[in-house]
């Protein structure tokens, strides 16, 4: 999930403001996950059907 969407609880403002201590240690951490964090479920499933048709494209080259 992207902080952009998330709201503090602690001032409900959004936490990519960062306008309290709150906000601003969740924007940090969610700034250090890796690069796939932020990748929707929409996207995941996307690359996952391009990777099992690279796979498939693979497999019937070298058979």
Do not use: K
Not at 6 to 24: D, F, H, I, K, W
Not at 27 to 56: C, M, Y
Request: proline share 6%; charged share 15%.
């Amino acid at each position: 999930m992207t902080y952009d969407r998330l709201v503090c609880a602690n001032c409900a403002a959004p936490v990519s403001e960062g306008r309290c201590p709150v906000c601003r240690a969740n924007r940090e951490r969610l700034q250090q996950d890796g690069p796939l964090a932020s990748l929707t479920p929409v996207a995941l499933a996307a690359l996952l059907i391009v990777l099992i048709a690279a796979v498939a494209v693979l497999a019937t080259r070298t058979a």
